[in-house]
Nanobody, 118 residues
Framework: QVQLVESGGGLVQAGGSLRLSCLASGITFSIVAIAWYRQAPGKQRELVARISSGGSTNYPDSVKGRFTISRDNAKNTVYLQMNNLKPEDTAVYHC????????????WGQGTQVTVSS
């Protein structure tokens, strides 16, 4: 059974930084592409960063240049470094498989709340 535990969120002023962590268990972590997603109140969940098993990364334009995803396979952990945060980054952040079909079969963790004040 896959378990995902996110941490590192908090309240930060605009322009500040946070580093999120995602600890995964129950999977062969190193072979799976992982993504960070976020969901703001009243909005659909969106993917904000993706990292392949080989370390290739992808970002939407909304966070490109500000967010950096990385992984430590020895620790079964994926990180999201978020810099120059904006109020519109406020959301609950989750990690899950980058592949939608795979993510549908995993239980979503509780996520971690990121709140950016202006």
């Amino acid at each position: 059974q896959v378990q995902l535990v996110e941490s590192g969120g908090g309240l930060v002023q605009a322009g500040g930084s946070l580093r999120l962590s995602c600890l995964a268990s129950g999977i062969t972590f190193s072979i799976v592409a992982i993504a960070w997603y976020r969901q703001a109140p009243g909005k659909q969940r969106e993917l904000v960063a993706r990292i392949s098993s080989g370390g290739s990364t992808n970002y939407p334009d909304s966070v490109k240049g500000r967010f950096t995803i990385s992984r430590d396979n020895a620790k079964n952990t994926v990180y999201l470094q978020m810099n120059n945060l904006k109020p519109e980054d406020t959301a609950v952040y989750h990690c899950n498989a980058a592949d939608a079909a795979l993510a549908a079969g995993w239980a979503w963790g509780q996520g971690t709340q990121v709140t950016v004040s202006s």
